[in-house]
């Protein structure tokens, strides 16, 4: 359980770091990666209840499934992306920015999830059940998926704080939506399924960090 614990936080506290690489100092950035963490349990607390509602209004009939984790998904992004509008409009400057503030709500979002699910799949391991994913490739995708919510969050949170809320919700949405479960569903193996998350992911992430050079780059001008 603590090897779980231990490599999902590690993970986020360093994508939080690679993103805020010039103030990683700022307490106001490590505040904004565990306030993401307690936006993880605020949807914990929502998806139970929301799966009910969506069940009593399919009549009785269970929703179909994508259906319930779009509506989550959607919910989890509303969150995380007001969580970091709210914290940098607190926090009155361009340091830690939109994206910065972003990335570090969405990591702190992520190391939880991604402990979650590295504890089911080491507790697998160690029952040594055949035909099993391995170890290392479940590790790579938490890894490609933590850096898609960081990169994810903080593009939102960035484009969100440019006036630009509505393109930046639907951009995390629908990456959060390609990351699980559209990658899933598309891949022929569970190899293609670590490749393209790992893509997807590190994308996100590449993107968020040449946006905030070329923020950098303005500034210094």
């Not at 490599?7 to 565990?34: E, K, P």
């Not at 939880?112 to 089911?120: F, H, M, N």
């Not at 629908?174 to 790992?198: C, E, I, M, N």
Request: aromatic share 8%.
């Amino acid at each position: 359980m603590w090897t779980a614990w231990g490599a999902s936080f590690t993970l986020g506290l360093l994508a939080t770091a690679a993103v805020n690489r010039t103030n990683w100092q700022d307490s106001r950035v490590w505040c904004a990666f565990a306030v993401g963490g307690g936006v993880f349990f605020a949807v914990q607390f929502v998806a139970r209840p929301l799966g009910v509602l969506l069940a009593s209004l399919a009549g009785g009939e269970g929703p179909p499934s994508w259906l319930v984790v779009a509506v989550v998904v959607v919910f989890a992004e509303v969150f995380k992306l007001t969580a970091a509008v709210v914290l940098h409009h607190l926090y009155r400057g361009p340091r830690p920015g939109g994206g910065e503030v972003g990335a570090a709500v969405g990591a702190g979002f992520g190391a939880w999830s991604e402990a979650v699910i590295l504890r089911s799949a080491f507790q697998m391991a160690q029952l040594g059940l055949p035909g099993g994913v391995s170890v290392g490739a479940v590790l790579a995708a938490s890894v490609a998926r933590l850096l898609g919510a960081a990169g994810s969050t903080g593009l939102a949170a960035r484009l969100a704080t440019s006036g630009r809320t509505l393109a930046g919700l639907g951009l995390a949405a629908a990456a959060q939506l390609v990351l699980d479960p559209g990658v899933r569903v598309v891949a022929p193996s569970p190899r293609w399924t670590v490749g393209l998350t790992a893509l997807v992911g590190v994308g996100l992430f590449a993107a968020l960090w040449a946006s905030g050079r070329r923020a950098e780059e303005r500034g210094c001008r």
